[in-house]
């Protein structure tokens, strides 16, 4: 998919991205129109907020900047290529696919392609019916839901589950029917594990093509993690001590160096640190201690993990 917009590339490098100008280089646009780059700005403060994914960015920047200059093409009646912009993203639970999701939809909001920009997220059983003809009206009205966002169908591959005789199969045939009924009214995103979701555009040799834009979203690195826990900590207020840090730091690689099947990446730290929090308050009505100091301040002993994994931490020690 990459190479639909590799086009894009060094004209959105120099004509959109490009601080530094060379001297005696053509003004890419007029300044004061430079100002209706606040999606692009708003969109980057918040890619800026995203740990790692570099892949994922680049490919939203590209696509931000080939939505943005096919405008300016149709509007200078040149001709222009129409593009589908469903998507599939692949990955593990907890690696940003619905954050990247949501921030695609206020994108494409602010530049117009969607009405709304919302974001509907919905799994197999908001789709699949128990009775016949169940199925297509469920769908049906899911995509209602849906229309001038986006539709986000987590665990997609799920679909296909049954084979033939499952009702799943009439939820995609609905899905893709409902692709072209309602096109460019909302955005369909088709997201699940890698190896499944390859086996489930195998199963439907239909879909592949109407889905050209691929996002793969891989499991993030130990210190990524520990990336990801800081900033919501300091979103929160919160802050470590050094002590803790470290503690953490040993404790995420330690997680990622024996990764769990599906393990839940940015969930699994999110739950951590909600977790520290709750502790943390324990220790200080404990010790009575409510100080802006205390109060901000996660120590190590705030850290507590299941049983299972401090064991096999103290036997590797
Ligand atoms: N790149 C990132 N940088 C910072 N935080 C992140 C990043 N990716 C995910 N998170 C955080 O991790 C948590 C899980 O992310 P999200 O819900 O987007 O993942 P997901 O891939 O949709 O997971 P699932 O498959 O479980 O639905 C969220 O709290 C999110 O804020
Ligand atoms: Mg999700």
Same mark, same amino acid.
């Given at each position: 998919?990459?190479?639909?917009?590799?086009?894009?590339?060094?004209?959105?490098?120099?004509?959109?991205?490009?601080?530094?100008?060379?001297?005696?280089?053509?003004? @890419? *646009?007029?300044? #004061?129109?430079?100002?209706? %780059?606040?999606?692009? &700005?708003?969109?980057?403060?918040?890619?800026?907020?995203?740990?790692?994914?570099?892949?994922?960015?680049?490919?939203?920047?590209?696509?931000?900047?080939?939505?943005?200059?096919?405008?300016?093409?149709?509007?200078?009646?040149?001709?222009?290529?129409?593009?589908?912009?469903?998507?599939? *993203?692949?990955?593990?639970?907890?690696?940003?696919?619905?954050?990247?999701?949501? +921030?695609?939809? &206020?994108? *494409?909001?602010?530049?117009?392609?969607?009405?709304?920009? %919302?974001?509907?997220?919905?799994?197999?059983?908001?789709?699949?019916?128990?009775?016949?003809?169940?199925?297509?009206?469920?769908?049906?009205?899911?995509?209602?839901?849906?229309?001038?966002?986006?539709?986000?169908?987590? #665990? @997609?591959?799920?679909?296909?589950?049954?084979?033939?005789?499952?009702?799943?199969?009439?939820?995609?045939?609905?899905?893709?029917?409902?692709?072209?009924?309602?096109?460019?009214?909302?955005?369909?995103? +088709?997201?699940?594990?890698?190896?499944?979701?390859?086996?489930?555009?195998?199963?439907?040799?239909?879909?592949?093509?109407?889905?050209?834009?691929?996002?793969?979203?891989?499991?993030?690195?130990?210190?990524?993690?520990?990336?990801? @826990?800081?900033?919501?900590?300091?979103?929160?207020?919160?802050?470590?001590?050094?002590?803790?840090?470290?503690?953490?730091?040993?404790?995420?690689? %330690?997680?990622?160096?024996?990764?769990?099947? %599906?393990?839940?990446?940015?969930?699994?730290?999110?739950?951590?640190?909600?977790?520290?929090?709750?502790?943390?308050?324990?220790? +200080?009505?404990?010790?009575?201690?409510?100080?802006?100091?205390?109060?901000?301040?996660?120590?190590?002993?705030?850290?507590?993990?299941? &049983? @299972?994994?401090?064991?096999?931490?103290?036997?590797?020690?």
């Amino acid at each position: 998919m990459r190479e639909a917009y590799t086009f894009t590339q060094k004209s959105q490098i120099n004509v959109i991205f490009n601080q530094k100008k060379e001297k005696n280089a053509p003004e @890419a *646009f007029p300044i #004061e129109e430079k100002v209706n %780059h606040a999606p692009l &700005e708003r969109l980057e403060s918040k890619l800026d907020r995203l740990i790692g994914l570099d892949d994922v960015k680049r490919m939203v920047r590209e696509l931000y900047a080939w939505l943005y200059i096919y405008r300016r093409r149709e509007a200078a009646h040149l001709k222009v290529q129409k593009q589908s912009l469903h998507m599939l *993203f692949k990955g593990n639970p907890g690696t940003g696919k619905t954050t990247v999701a949501r +921030l695609l939809g &206020e994108m *494409f909001r602010e530049m117009d392609i969607l009405s709304k920009g %919302h974001l509907v997220e919905a799994e197999r059983a908001d789709l699949v019916g128990e009775y016949i003809g169940q199925t297509a009206q469920k769908t049906r009205d899911l995509i209602k839901k849906s229309l001038g966002g986006v539709l986000f169908i987590d #665990e @997609a591959y799920s679909l296909a589950r049954g084979g033939d005789k499952d009702f799943g199969k009439e939820a995609i045939d609905t899905l893709v029917k409902q692709m072209e009924d309602h096109k460019d009214e909302f955005i369909l995103i +088709l997201a699940g594990y890698s190896e499944e979701m390859n086996e489930f555009l195998r199963l439907n040799p239909g879909l592949p093509s109407r889905f050209p834009m691929m996002l793969t979203f891989p499991d993030f690195s130990g210190s990524e993690l520990l990336a990801i @826990a800081l900033q919501m900590m300091e979103e929160q207020e919160y802050c470590l001590t050094a002590e803790a840090r470290k503690k953490l730091a040993r404790h995420l690689n %330690h997680k990622t160096a024996f990764r769990e099947e %599906h393990f839940s990446n940015g969930r699994y730290v999110r739950n951590l640190v909600e977790k520290m929090i709750r502790q943390q308050a324990v220790r +200080l009505v404990r010790e009575g201690s409510y100080d802006r100091d205390s109060l901000m301040t996660l120590r190590a002993c705030d850290l507590i993990f299941d &049983e @299972a994994v401090r064991n096999a931490q103290a036997d590797e020690a």
